[in-house]
């Protein structure tokens, strides 16, 4: 199945999907929108025109394992998506994704305007793999 995630911000929002043997995942771009429920019409169409069958949203959980206003913002959107996708939709801890994805594109020498429209979809793409390593680990135990 086809899985879709999604590194959600007030401004810019990252995708990511993987492939139907959920092996590859891969950013897909970048929305930038600070209207939650036009963004959630946007990550609709992207699921449908990418036949996603489950959208993932990162879950911003302090290093406590608390959860702060953030965290509330992301569960709330995560159900708007719910509701205009229809899709099932996980909230999937994103700890640490940002300062991972800078530091992959610092590894990658990118810099300058392009790299603010890379941190989220290189974000999003982690919150992907993570997920995708805890399906194949758990496939057995679901």
Known sequence: MKI???DYGDVRTGLAVCDRTEFLASPIGVIEERNAQILAMKVA???EQYEVGEIVIGLPINMNGSE???AQKCRA???T???VTELPV???DERSTTVSAYQILDD????GQNRKSKVDEVAATLILESYLEYRRKNKNND
Do not use: D, L, T
């Open 68 to 70: 702060g206003p953030r």
């Open 77 to 79: 959107f995560a159900e």
């Open 4 to 6: 879709m995630a999604v």
């Open 108 to 111: 990658a020498k990118v810099y």
């Open 45 to 47: 169409h992207m699921a």
């Open 81 to 83: 998506v719910e509701c």
């Open 90 to 92: 996980r909230m999937w």
